[in-house]
């Protein structure tokens, strides 16, 4: 189900891989990261589903970075992009920002244990939740 905007991934120059499902790239002239799967096995099809349901239920958070859209090849959704993940990992100073955040995801019932380094903080200060 579409809930975001839908791009063809012929329209994305990869630029790295950092794992076969994550990779970073340009679209319309910016940088993106992509949460992808990477073949037809079941598992990694699972894995993308997962990253977009956790994506979806962020939103109106503020805890994600901002996500651009669905990933689509051969008309079939096979990921999601968001604007690039700058920033910095959660330092101890942190932890009013961090605890925040945990009671917000706790108040839509949605706390899955963050782990810190899935834990950013970004360029303009506030907490940006990786791997959802």
């Known amino acids: 189900q579409l ?3 839908s791009i063809d991934e012929s329209e994305i120059e990869i630029t790295t891989w950092i794992t076969c499902e994550e990779r970073q790239g ?3 002239n910016q940088d993106v990261d992509l ?17 977009m349901r956790g994506y979806r239920f962020l939103q109106g958070l503020d805890l994600c ?9 051969k008309g079939r959704i096979i990921g999601i992009m968001t604007e ?3 920033g910095r990992l959660v330092e101890k100073q942190d932890r009013t ?26 360029r303009d200060g506030k907490i940006r939740l990786l791997a959802v």
């Open 65 to 73: 970075y901002e996500i651009l859209g669905h990933v689509i090849f």
């Open 3 to 5: 809930w975001a905007a």
């Open 26 to 28: 340009r679209w319309n």
């Open 97 to 122: 920002l961090v605890y925040t955040a945990i009671s917000r995801l706790e108040e839509r019932r949605l706390y899955d244990s963050p782990r810190p380094e899935n834990i950013m903080i970004s």
């Open 84 to 86: 690039p993940s700058n």
């Open 35 to 51: 949460y992808i799967a990477w073949n037809n096995e079941t598992s990694s099809y699972k894995w993308a589903n997962g990253q």
